[in-house]
C-alpha cells in the first residue's frame, strides 16, 4: 500500500517534510490547495525529492468553491456548473486536463476528471464513461484513473452500486481515483453494510487488475487493505 | 420477403462450388453443404441482409470470424458478394464440421458426466479467451453452438449477435432486451446495459451450459418455463447448488460463481475461470 499526501491550504510545505523522512512516496494536489504558480513549483519540489505527484482536477467539487479552481488553465471558459456541462464538452475538456497534468505538472498518472453523484443517473454514467474513452484516446504514456466520487445513497443501493462497478471494469483505464462521501458525513463510518459494500465493489475493481487510489482517506481506510487496496 | 433460393440457382450462382445438401435454413440465411476445388468439403452461407445495418453486422461477423485463427472456431476461407436469383447476397465458405452439437448430444444423454462438463468448460473457455483478446464478445453461447468435431476437437459457432468492444454497437440503445437467447443471456443483456458487456457476459453463459450439462436442465429455462419465465429467473433465481446433483463443493462453487446476476462478481477474464475450472476433483478424474 502507498500513500500519497493530500494537502490543504498552507499545509504544503509539510509534504517535502514527509516524503524526506520516507513516510509518503508522493502527494495528490489539488487546484483548490493553491494558485496555479505554486502547484507547479511544488510538483517540481515534490519530483526533486523522488515523490509522485499526481493531480486531483476536481471537477466534482460544489460550485461556491470554484474561485480558486477556475484559476486552472483546463477551464478556459468552460462553465464549472456541473449541472449544464455538456456531454459533448467531456471529450474537449478531458483532453485540456490531461494536458495540464502531462505538460505542465509531469504528473506520474493522470486522474481524469468525474461529477460527484449521489445518484448514479444514466446522464452521469454517460460522463464517466465519455472521460474515460476520451482519457484512453487522449493519453496513451501515463497510466489513467478515472474518478468515481459518489455519495452514501449509491454505495448503499446495491443495484446502483453493482451496475456502477459493471460499468466501470469496462472503462479503458488502468485504475480509479475514488472518492466516497461518508453516510452524515461522518468521519468515521459505523454503518457496517455501507463498509460492506465499499469493500466488495473494490474488490472487483482490484480483481479486475484496477489500480485503486482512495482519496482523502482516513484511518479507517486502512481496512481496504483487506481487499488489495 | 423471406430468401429461399433453391439449389439449382445457388449452384448457378456460385461456379467453383458443387452443392450437395441444404444444412440449415432460416430467416435471411441459408447453408448448404458443398465441394470446392480449392477448399475441399464446405459449408456454404449465403444471408441476404434485410437492412443496411444486418449487412454491417454480417460483414462485422465476416471480420471477425476471418481474424480468429483457432482450432476452436471454424475457419473461414473466402467471402463474397454473389447475385442469387437476381437478389444480391453475401456468401461465405467455411470449414465443414464433422461431428454433432453439444445440444444434440443433450438430448440423447440429458446429462453429462463431471470430467466432461468440465472438459466443455475448458475447451469454451479457450476459445473465450482468443475472443477476449480480439475484444470480441459472442453474446450466444449456448449448446446449439458448441459443435463436438472430430478427434475431441470443441468448436464455438455463430458470430452472428457477436460485439466487437470499441466499435459503435449495432443494436437499438431503446430496445427493451439487448439481443440473446433466454436462458443464456446474462442479466446485462435482458437489461440492454451495453457498458456492462464484457467477456463476464460470456462467462455467464458458460456456465449455464456447464449447469445444464451437469444437472441435466436449463437452470433458467429448464422445467417448461417459456422465453419470458426464463428471462425473469435469469434476472431472480439463484440457481439450487450443482452439489445437490452430485458435483462437488469446489465444481459447484466455480459454476455459481460464474453465473453470478452481477457481472463484477463473476470471474473478471475466461483465464481466471479456468485457473479455478482446474482446481476442482472433475477436472483431475
Redesign the interface.
Known sequence: MKLFLQQGWGMLALDAELLERRIASGVVLSPRISTPEQLERHSSEIRNLGGSVLFDPQFYVPRTEHARILQFPYWDGLSFDSDTFDDHSAADFCQRVIDYQRDVLDVDGVILPGAYTNAGDERWRIWQASFAEAGAEHCTDKPLYSTIAIGPDVVRNRHLMDSLIDEALNYPVGGFYVLLRPPNDSFLVADEDYLYAVLDGLLSLREAGKEVILGYANQQALLLAAVGV | MPFEPDTASVEQALEDVTLYNELARGGQKVVFLGESSKFGKIAVKLIKPDSGAAELRATREIEVAKSLADSHFPRLFESKKVTVCGVEVICIYEEFLEGTSLRSVLQEQVCLPGKETVMIGREISAALEILESSQVVHRDIKPENIYLAERGRVVLLDLGIARQ??VASLTDDNAIFGPLTPGYGAP?QIRN?K????P?TDIFALNVVMYECFSGANPFSGHGATPRDALMNTLNLSPESLETFGSSRELARVIARGME?????RF?SPT?FLRQLNLCPEANE
Not at chain 2, 261 to 265: A, N
Open positions: 468492444l470499441g446485462e446495459e457498458r456492462a458487456i464484457s463476464r446476476k452481477s457481472p463484477h462478481r473478471p481466471a
